[in-house]
């Protein structure tokens, strides 16, 4: 005998009760739900989210599973869980798309001397870990670090007319580092630095990727200006500790992105606390607390703190970051965490203009 003919409007209708927690919308509307068959009582279709590093997919998946187990005549269902990460950015005048790039990350900070670049290596190496296609701008001219963080010792290849960026641990990366000697110093005018920064982005062979983090340098100058008007940026990350000095230059820059139409993803709070690693006594040597405040205050969101610990200075300067060296210690989940925030909100602004996707049927 065969099995009754199960209806697909009932399955989703089961589905919409299923909802994206950052979107705070059912999956069916999103457009999340995609290939649907059934065959002899056997459901079959993939859910597609906006981010490989949503922390829920699993939890997502078994409730729709669950969820079209109730619908008549189903006696077993697959779920395959996939992701597409959409982009964020406007094409708008004079700031032309990078083609294949979905979305360019400025990590910044308003001081010198708050771990900013250490933030964005292991921001960058999480976001791979998770899933994400990514690379990384060293848009710090002055004082290109990067490569020494990822223990990067290389010079640029070329193929035609574009430049091969340097791979380490996942991570597409270019640095002005890998043209220039160790104690070579850059003394360059504005317009320079405006000409190197659109070579990082033009006339290198990215591919595809998901997210283009940028190094920024600290402060508020030529770099982030040329940033806004070469590029369009999906969203900035300042990094902060929470001392009040650093907090004051922390709103500045802030302020410095919205006034140049970049938006805030959020606020990292950097040296957060110093666990003793003998008794694990926490102590607030920069103070406690400012960087949340500071968030609240500017409504931005807050991606989390990452205390201070020694394998994160060790790791810098051996090139090996704490995401890789000590995947589980609280610093490198703290960096999971914060990466996992930032996909989330690239995710959310990418449907500040909902769009219905309808559901298209295998055939």
Same mark, same amino acid.
């Given at each position: 005998?065969?099995?009754p003919?199960?209806?697909?409007?009932?399955?989703?209708?089961?589905?919409?009760t299923?909802k994206?927690?950052?979107?705070?919308?059912?999956?069916?509307?999103?457009?999340f739900?995609?290939?649907?068959?059934?065959?002899?009582?056997?459901?079959?279709?993939?859910?597609?989210?906006?981010?490989?590093? =949503?922390?829920?997919?699993?939890?997502?998946?078994?409730?729709? *599973?669950?969820?079209?187990?109730?619908?008549?005549? /189903?006696?077993?269902?697959?779920?395959?869980?996939?992701?597409?990460?959409?982009?964020?950015?406007p094409?708008?005048a &004079?700031?032309?798309p990078?083609?294949?790039?979905?979305?360019?990350?400025?990590?910044?900070?308003?001081?010198?001397g708050?771990?900013k670049?250490?933030?964005?290596?292991?921001?960058?190496?999480?976001?791979?870990?998770?899933?994400?296609?990514? &690379?990384?701008?060293?848009?710090?001219?002055? #004082?290109?670090?990067?490569?020494?963080?990822?223990?990067?010792r290389?010079?640029?290849?070329?193929?035609?007319?574009?430049?091969?960026?340097?791979e380490?641990?996942?991570?597409?990366?270019?640095?002005? #580092?890998?043209?220039t000697?160790?104690?070579?110093p850059i003394i360059?005018r #504005?317009?320079?630095?405006?000409?190197?920064?659109?070579?990082?982005?033009?006339?290198?062979?990215?591919?595809?990727?998901?997210?283009?983090?940028?190094?920024?340098?600290?402060?508020t100058?030529?770099?982030?200006?040329s940033?806004s008007?070469?590029?369009? /940026?999906?969203?900035?990350?300042?990094?902060?500790?929470?001392?009040?000095?650093?907090?004051?230059?922390? *709103?500045?820059?802030?302020?410095?992105?919205?006034?140049?139409?970049?938006?805030?993803?959020g606020?990292?709070?950097?040296?957060s606390?110093?666990? =003793?690693?003998? =008794?694990?006594?926490?102590s607030?040597?920069? #103070?406690? &607390?400012?960087?949340?405040?500071?968030?609240?205050?500017?409504?931005?969101?807050?991606?989390?703190?990452?205390?201070?610990?020694?394998?994160?200075?060790?790791?810098?300067?051996? &090139?090996?970051p704490?995401?890789?060296s000590e995947?589980?210690?609280?610093?490198?989940?703290?960096?999971?965490?914060?990466?996992?925030?930032?996909?989330?909100?690239?995710?959310?602004?990418?449907?500040?203009t909902?769009?219905?996707?309808?559901?298209?049927?295998?055939?």
């Amino acid at each position: 005998m065969s099995s009754p003919r199960i209806d697909q409007s009932a399955l989703l209708d089961a589905l919409r009760t299923i909802k994206d927690p950052d979107l705070h919308r059912d999956i069916v509307s999103l457009g999340f739900v995609k290939h649907l068959t059934t065959t002899d009582g056997h459901v079959s279709f993939t859910i597609e989210l906006t981010t490989p590093a =949503c922390p829920v997919r699993d939890q997502m998946r078994d409730q729709a *599973r669950a969820a079209v187990l109730q619908v008549p005549g /189903v006696s077993s269902a697959d779920v395959k869980m996939t992701a597409s990460v959409r982009s964020v950015a406007p094409v708008e005048a &004079g700031r032309s798309p990078l083609p294949g790039i979905k979305n360019i990350v400025a990590v910044g900070a308003g001081k010198g001397g708050v771990g900013k670049t250490t933030v964005a290596v292991n921001l960058a190496i999480a976001l791979v870990k998770l899933g994400g296609r990514v &690379g990384m701008i060293d848009g710090d001219i002055y #004082g290109p670090n990067v490569p020494i963080m990822l223990g990067v010792r290389t010079e640029l290849q070329a193929i035609g007319d574009k430049i091969l960026p340097a791979e380490k641990y996942g991570l597409h990366v270019v640095s002005m #580092g890998f043209l220039t000697r160790d104690e070579t110093p850059i003394i360059w005018r #504005g317009p320079m630095l405006h000409g190197v920064i659109r070579q990082f982005f033009q006339d290198v062979a990215w591919g595809e990727l998901d997210y283009l983090v940028v190094d920024m340098p600290p402060g508020t100058g030529d770099v982030a200006l040329s940033l806004s008007q070469t590029v369009p /940026v999906s969203g900035a990350i300042v990094v902060t500790t929470p001392q009040e000095v650093s907090l004051a230059d922390s *709103r500045r820059a802030v302020r410095m992105y919205q006034k140049l139409n970049i938006p805030i993803l959020g606020l990292v709070e950097n040296m957060s606390y110093f666990a =003793c690693p003998t =008794c694990g006594h926490e102590s607030d040597i920069f #103070g406690r &607390g400012g960087g949340e405040r500071t968030a609240e205050e500017l409504q931005v969101p807050f991606l989390g703190r990452v205390p201070i610990y020694e394998p994160i200075r060790v790791g810098g300067d051996i &090139g090996v970051p704490v995401v890789v060296s000590e995947p589980d210690s609280p610093a490198a989940l703290a960096f999971m965490a914060a990466a996992e925030q930032t996909a989330a909100q690239l995710s959310i602004a990418s449907y500040k203009t909902p769009k219905a996707i309808p559901l298209t049927p295998a055939r």
